[in-house]
């Protein structure tokens, strides 16, 4: 709900300090969603089937884009001006108004306990935690010093500030990369860039199957950082191109959207006894890797300064794609090499 009041709130910038002060305010009122979730299902759902549960709620993601980014060129396009209102006001305005009444919804649907389920007969509900007990001992020990001593944890944070690097790359440059490549309607624009997001959809709920079903994870998170490395690169090869520019995008869609579930997998894999450490390891984890949301603009827009195009910063993206997957094969821990067998 604070996530959706900060972005409401872009509505009256006028100034740019106005806009860095929200921005930075509204990344502050993100950055516990995305750990609490992923925290929360671990105490709902068993280690064997979290490739599937983390994929649908990333899910959710893809298909923001995919509704978003047309939905986006819409608003700039026939909003602007309307009752005196920027475009890029209405955006944000429309964007943020929603997560207010979801934050409603989850007061009053979501549970913090199976033990407080409704929908869940005393059967159902003994049945559940033990499941869930199995894979998750000394739930209520453990602190956030341990779990950061625990071998492996740093070098997760590594990897997924590494995955960010990329993941941002696409999500901020992937409609000026569609603009540099011929393309001038904001409508067609936002269409084209829905495309990665549609390929990261149909990649996360495959390979979230796929997963739970072998109870493989580090190989599968390595092999879709792969694909979005080589999707970094054939779209600097094809920067002109609309049609192969396209192509790379979807490749970029399909590994990079779809490695970001997978890869939640392992950070409760390896916290699994850490109890109240877990939660805010899994936080650490996740801050880490937003300094890749940092960087990735950044260096993309400094590059591109220092050169007069993108296609070098996507070289670079697609070289710290490649470096994530190599850690992900020899450099982490035999902890995270294991199956998870239901």
Not at 164 to 179: D, K
Request: hydrophobic residues 55%.
């Amino acid at each position: 709900m604070s996530w959706g009041l900060a972005t409401a709130a872009m509505v009256f910038v006028t100034a740019e300090w106005q806009f860095y002060v929200l921005r930075f305010i509204i990344g502050a009122m993100e950055a516990g969603f995305a750990p609490g979730v992923l925290y929360y299902l671990t105490l709902w759902f068993p280690q064997h089937f979290r490739g599937r549960i983390t994929s649908m709620l990333f899910l959710a993601s893809a298909f923001a884009g995919l509704v978003g980014a047309p939905f986006s060129g819409l608003v700039l396009q026939h909003l602007d001006g309307v009752l005196q209102m920027r475009g890029w006001h209405w955006l944000f305005l429309l964007g943020g108004l929603p997560c207010v009444g979801l934050g409603f919804l989850v007061l009053t649907l979501l549970k913090d306990r199976i033990e407080d389920a409704q929908w869940l007969s005393p059967a159902e509900k003994t049945l559940l935690a033990s499941r869930i007990a199995k894979h998750e001992p000394n739930q209520h020990g453990g602190s956030l010093l341990s779990a950061i001593r625990i071998p492996g944890f740093l070098m997760l944070g590594f990897i997924y500030f590494l995955i960010q690097v990329a993941s941002y790359g696409l999500n901020f440059w992937a409609p000026q990369l569609i603009r540099s490549a011929g393309t001038q309607s904001p409508v067609m624009i936002g269409l084209l860039t829905a495309i990665p997001y549609v390929c990261g959809a149909i990649s996360m709920v495959v390979i979230g199957r796929l997963s739970d079903a072998t109870g493989e994870r580090r190989k599968f998170v390595c092999g879709l950082v792969v694909l979005g490395a080589l999707g970094f690169f054939s779209a600097g090869i094809f920067a002109d191109h609309t049609t192969f520019l396209i192509i790379a995008l979807g490749m970029l869609g399909a590994g990079i959207i779809a490695s970001i579930p997978t890869f939640w997998t392992l950070p409760p894999k390896l916290l699994a006894g850490a109890g109240a450490g877990a939660a805010g390891g899994i936080a650490v984890i996740n801050t880490l890797g937003q300094f890749g949301g940092i960087v990735s603009p950044v260096m993309v827009g400094r590059i591109r300064d220092l050169t007069g195009s993108t296609t070098p910063a996507l070289y670079v993206i697609g070289v710290c794609a490649l470096l994530a997957a190599a850690l992900l094969l020899w450099g982490l821990p035999q902890k995270l090499r294991t199956l998870d067998k239901g």
